[in-house]
């Protein structure tokens, strides 16, 4: 027979829900920053999705030793299937979705968070909102680089395409249960659907805290790799192009197996999923793709903005956004119609076939280097 204490018994303010696949790694940093956590009673849901390694042993050694209740849920893989899985678990009031790589740094992080998000509540009158913590990465330099900085300013607005999992999604259960549960039809791309329900059905704000997750993926893919991918993933899912993310190899590859991103197999592929439409499907589709390039035009004014910013201050990360709030209207008059549209369709086009030629003459030419290398190494022996 299960014996129930207290602290079983008690219904926890918040519950941070992980889901988990061979985390064992990264893990141990998000544990300690929860238990270093002040001021909050919470709970953690761990949602593992059939890891292989010491994941679930960790979860199961430091639930022991942990202050607050440590819950343990096996799922089928996939992380809206997972954090569904947590959501159903989970007693709190307020929910907190995290990936297993983040941790915060401030141990008044969560109780601010949660204050801050309640606040707003109360003052409003209703549910209907939604935080995000400030993100940070934990690059391995003491220096952002201004490719990481960009990402982070980016994180920190609250537009649409800006707010993505790794800044930890805050909502009352009342909300989520309005929303629905994640979207689960494909493995990525559930926190991206989610932030849009949440925008239909209310809004969007930026918790006091930051929020600290890790760069091992940009790290190892490339950053600029990685977030190119990202928006063509993007890309095809603003516009309603299930084709590229259902056959497309490997997309979002757990990060286990992660090693140097190629791009090239990704844009073969879109070459042949273009060469199998009718002359106007290709049309509409380079038409959409276009127009949704030219809605995301505002972040090269963005862009200006965090550069200007950090030449003033290293640690800017777009507090103040002069550029794009002086030149965003006059951008969309200039572009926001037919024409600009197709301007932008244009050079979506042609950028496309030029990435495609030499991302394929690269690959040709390291076989031809690797070819020579060998043929040397042939002649020596």
């Not at 569904?84 to 907190?96: D, V, Y």
């Not at 994640?182 to 932030?195: K, V, W």
């Not at 127009?291 to 950090?310: E, I, K, P, S």
């Amino acid at each position: 027979m299960q014996v129930l204490t207290l602290n079983d018994l008690a219904i926890p303010r918040l519950s941070i829900i992980v889901p988990t696949y061979n985390e064992s790694a990264a893990l141990p940093g998000l544990l300690a920053s929860l238990r270093a956590q002040r001021g909050l009673d919470f709970e953690l849901v761990v949602v593992d999705g059939g890891s292989d390694d010491a994941t679930p042993a960790m979860v199961e050694t430091f639930a022991h030793g942990a202050e607050f209740k440590v819950v343990l849920v096996r799922s089928l893989p996939g992380r809206g299937r997972q954090l569904n899985a947590g959501a159903e678990k989970a007693r709190g009031e307020s929910l907190l979705f995290l990936h297993a790589d983040s941790c915060f740094l401030d141990t008044y992080a969560l109780a601010d968070g949660l204050f801050f998000l309640d606040h707003l509540i109360n003052c409003q009158g209703d549910n209907a909102v939604a935080g995000h913590f400030a993100l940070c990465f934990d690059h391995p330099e003491n220096e952002i680089p201004r490719g990481y900085a960009f990402y982070e300013s980016k994180a920190r607005l609250n537009r649409r395409g800006c707010i993505h999992g790794d800044q930890g999604f805050l909502v009352r259960r009342a909300f989520f249960e309005t929303i629905g549960e994640f979207d689960t039809s494909l493995p990525f791309l559930e926190d991206e659907r989610f932030a849009d329900a949440v925008r239909e059905c209310g809004e969007w704000v930026l918790l006091p805290a930051e929020i600290q997750t890790s760069a091992r993926r940009f790290e190892t893919e490339g950053l600029f790799r990685r977030q190119l991918l990202n928006a063509l993933i993007m890309n095809a899912a603003a516009i309603g192009w299930a084709n590229f993310l259902r056959q497309a190899p490997d997309l979002y590859r757990r990060q286990g197996d992660a090693g140097r991103l190629d791009l090239l197999p990704f844009f073969q592929r879109l070459k042949r999923l273009f060469k199998d439409m009718t002359w106007g499907e290709r049309q509409r589709t380079w038409y959409r793709s276009g127009t949704y390039v030219r809605n995301n035009g505002w972040q090269l004014l963005f862009a200006m903005d965090v550069w200007l910013g950090r030449r003033r201050n290293p640690s800017f990360r777009g507090e103040e956004t002069l550029v794009l709030d002086r030149l965003e209207r006059w951008f969309d008059r200039c572009t926001d119609h037919p024409g600009g549209r197709l301007l932008a369709t244009g050079l979506v086009w042609i950028w496309f076939h030029a990435t495609l030629m030499v991302l394929a003459g690269r690959k040709r030419l390291m076989a031809i280097l690797h070819r020579k290398e060998r043929d040397d190494v042939t002649d020596l022996n």
